[in-house]
């Protein structure tokens, strides 16, 4: 039986009779009353609390108003986390999947439907906590999403379990698409943005992420194998280096878009990671590389297969180093370099067999000679370099000849290269013709 009321008392004095079970039975009795067409509930709350407050002192009245309110919001409150309950038991029910296989889909998928997934219901919000899932993080899907909080969120869920970072957009909004980081026979896109102007107050095009948001790594870094940074605009130089100083077991690294000195990063490369493998660097022309560097990079990082430098301030001395010095070197691209006239591909066309070189790009390199590139084709029909299966020299402002004067018509002996080397696939694209051999 319900304690009775004393009708002179307060409407919001304390009862001191008033015990848990009483408070447990009235809540029952309003949650388990039938709906009635001769009852309407509605009315008797109304037709309650306008005795209530008619009987009330007006200093009170807004506090039992605010007390109902209150109290309201604790039932609905209640209300939904038992839903969310009933409907977790159901998901865990109907979910065919135990927890464990539940992570192992989960790992399939990208970093945006993950965090889309973690938000259906509690056990998929729970699987999707498990460390394993963010071993390769990838927000160039999630770019409109993604900030420095975010980051460092997945970050933090990853734990020891971290391996990739992804960051950034790849396709950033007035980027321009160069083919020339287009790998052979593999058309995704790689932006790069050699006119890209930012200002060094502006916020990096499409996303949140401040100068300093690869600092996490300082503690994490040497977990990671892979890192791919896109169009982040500028960058805090110091923190770039800190954080990558860090990376020690980093195997892939691409910088695409990035307004930050390179060759201080070729140099962090060959003093902390020494075991890189995949190189791609943009340089968005900021500023030169020297001999020292370039020699010191090639000492240090022997296990390059894959090297990617575009508008690296080079000259022939140069490439020559990089294609020759790296003995496993499979790919290299060399694209947008205004300095290389092609004299480096005689010491490679001499070669028969000892070198590994597969892939071999130039794209719009401004200086690039047709009696250099016709010579290596000659050298190729000889015999030599026969690991070499793509070439591409193609240019939008044709190759450099005698003189000043350049064409988009080279002489080349193609016809005697099909003959002899079936395996080589020849790119020759220009302005007024277009022909791929």
């Not at 407050?53 to 039992?64: A, F, G, T, Y």
């Not at 989960?106 to 259906?120: G, I, N």
């Not at 971290?162 to 007035?174: H, N, T």
């Not at 006239?341 to 130039?362: A, E, K, M, V, Y």
Request: glycine share 4%.
């Amino acid at each position: 039986m319900l304690p009775t009321e004393n009708p002179t008392s307060s409407p919001l004095s304390d009862s001191p009779k008033f015990h848990q079970s009483n408070l447990d039975s009235i809540i029952s009795s309003l949650v388990t009353f039938l709906d009635s067409p001769s009852f309407s509930i509605s009315s008797s709350f109304d037709r309650v609390l306008d005795n209530l407050l008619s009987s009330c002192d007006v200093s009170v009245q807004d506090q039992l108003v605010d007390r109902t309110l209150e109290r309201l919001s604790l039932l609905l409150q209640s209300t939904k986390r038992c839903s969310q309950k009933l409907a977790t038991l159901h998901n865990s029910i109907s979910w065919f999947l135990p927890s464990e296989l539940t992570v192992m889909v989960f790992l399939m998928v990208d970093t945006k439907s993950l965090m889309q997934a973690s938000t259906c219901c509690t056990m998929f919000n729970k699987c999707a906590m498990d460390p394993l899932c963010y071993s390769h993080i990838d927000l160039t899907k999630a770019f409109k999403l993604a900030d420095d909080r975010v980051l460092h969120t997945l970050l933090n869920r990853s734990g020891k379990q971290l391996r990739s970072l992804k960051l950034g957009r790849v396709d950033a909004p007035g980027s321009l698409f160069r083919s020339s980081c287009l790998p052979p026979l593999i058309h995704y896109r790689n932006s790069a943005s050699r006119s890209l102007k930012l200002d060094r107050d502006a916020p990096s095009p499409g996303y949140f992420f401040t100068r300093s948001c690869l600092d996490p790594l300082k503690l994490t870094g040497n977990l990671l194998t892979s890192l791919h940074i896109y169009f982040l605009g500028f960058m805090n130089m110091d923190s770039l280096l800190d954080s990558l100083s860090a990376c020690s077991n980093l195997t892939d690294l691409k910088i695409v878009g990035v307004n930050v000195l390179l060759e201080p990063i070729l140099e962090l490369l060959a003093r902390k990671c020494c075991l890189i493998e995949h190189l791609f660097l943009d340089n968005c022309n900021q500023g030169m590389i020297t001999y020292p560097t370039i020699k010191l990079f090639v000492t240090n990082c022997l296990k390059i297969t894959s090297l990617t430098l575009l508008d690296f301030r080079l000259n022939d001395a140069m490439a020559q180093i990089l294609v020759t010095g790296f003995r496993i070197l499979k790919y290299i691209n060399l694209s947008n370099t205004a300095g290389i006239t092609g004299s480096f591909l005689r010491d490679l066309g001499h070669r028969s067999n000892d070198s590994p070189l597969q892939t071999l790009i130039l794209r719009d390199c401004f200086s690039l000679q047709e009696r250099e590139v016709v010579e290596f084709l000659n050298s190729l029909i000889a015999g030599n370099v026969r690991s070499i299966r793509y070439i591409d020299v193609s240019s939008n402002n044709g190759l450099a000849c005698d003189g000043d004067r350049r064409t988009s018509k080279p002489n080349f002996t193609l016809e005697k290269l099909k003959e002899e080397r079936l395996d080589i696939t020849f790119v020759a694209d220009f302005p007024s013709i277009r022909p791929s051999y």
